[in-house]
């Protein structure tokens, strides 16, 4: 007489595959730019500023000390605009071979552009904000930039 393998062994065998695969896409999907992107902007509507300041790359982090960039931002967002919350959403992205964040700038390779839409609502009414954001590796992280680029 033949066993017959329980179905419930099948089903355990199938959720464990399953978890894996969803697993590796979460892990996948962290390692991408656009998900430092996301994380900024999170930070940024939470008014954690210095977290935030720690995702810019060496070249961000020499033209605002962590204290300066703090209390810029709170004092922009939050006493000229009045702006006590933003909304925000990741719009297209596309790759960059070279790009420089200034003119004459250090070149950076194989950089991701980011469009960022951020919604603020303010006494003034609402507006929106396109913010092109640019994310390179450093050291093995993504690491964000702003453009600085007299056009």
């Known amino acids: 007489m033949r066993r017959r393998k329980s179905p419930l062994l099948l089903i355990a065998i199938a959720i464990t595959v399953i978890g894996i695969a969803v697993a590796s896409l979460v892990a996948s999907s962290k390692n991408k730019p656009e ?14 500023f210095g977290s935030s300041w720690d995702l810019f790359h060496s070249q961000m982090k ?14 922009v967002f939050m006493q000229d605009m009045d702006a006590h919350s933003f909304t925000f959403e ?13 003119d004459g700038g250090k070149p950076l390779k194989n950089v991701h552009e980011v469009i960022v839409l951020q919604t603020f609502h303010s006494k003034f ?12 590796k450093e050291k093995g992280e993504w690491k964000l930039l702003w453009d600085y680029k007299q056009d």
């Open 125 to 136: 009414g609402h507006f929106t904000i396109e913010h092109p954001c640019y994310v390179v």
């Open 35 to 48: 998900h430092l992107v996301e994380q900024f902007y999170k930070l940024e509507q939470e008014g954690d």
């Open 90 to 102: 990741l719009g297209d992205t596309k790759k960059h071979h070279e790009w420089q964040a200034t």
């Open 62 to 75: 020499e033209r605002f000390n962590k204290d300066q960039y703090i209390q810029s931002r709170a004092h």
